[in-house]
């Protein structure tokens, strides 16, 4: 929904607030329509008797890029305490951030090295997530080719960059 073309972008927005705080209607833009499109089974979402994800007529797993996911069911086959799990990360992560937050690297003074990083990894990550590559064989002569490539440089600007940052905020 593209709010500059809308042509009433407050009505807009306010649907697009619905999706934070209606659980039912975030269900029925997840999900469908119960019973049809899909049944909950001991609380969680599940696949109608008899039908696949290629014929149940609607289908999406991409329930996380809309709305509050806090508000989403999970499906049969997903840890039932998926959201009251982030809730629990969330807060310890709140409590307790990092130091180093707001910590932003400039990639400048390396770019070159980071090129070349780039380019060693390419020769095999690929092959590596796919498991066309053995990683017992392949992982060390990847990091070789980092290291080569200047890996080493690039982790001592970060280090400089983080160092003199944390000074310079009062967080060393």
Do not use: C
């Amino acid at each position: 929904m593209r709010l500059q073309s809308s042509v009433d972008p407050e009505r807009a927005m306010m649907l697009l607030n619905l999706f934070y705080k209606d659980k039912e209607l975030l269900t029925l833009f997840n999900f469908g329509i119960e019973g049809t499109h899909y049944v909950l089974k001991d609380g969680q979402i599940t696949l109608p008797e008899g039908k696949t994800t290629d014929n149940v007529g609607y289908y999406h797993d991409i329930m996380w890029q809309l709305g509050n996911q806090m508000l989403n069911y999970t499906r049969v086959g997903e840890d039932p305490n998926k959201y009251q799990n982030y809730e629990k990360f969330n807060e310890q992560v709140s409590s307790n951030p990092s130091r180093i937050f707001g910590f932003v690297f400039d990639p400048e003074p390396v770019k070159n090295e980071l090129i070349s990083i780039d380019n060693a990894n390419k020769t095999f990550v690929d092959g590596l997530k796919s498991g066309q590559l053995d990683p017992e064989e392949s992982l060390p002569k990847m990091l070789d080719k980092q290291k080569a490539a200047g890996a080493d440089k690039v982790l001592a600007e970060v280090q400089k960059q983080l160092d003199a940052w944390l000074a310079e905020n009062g967080k060393k």
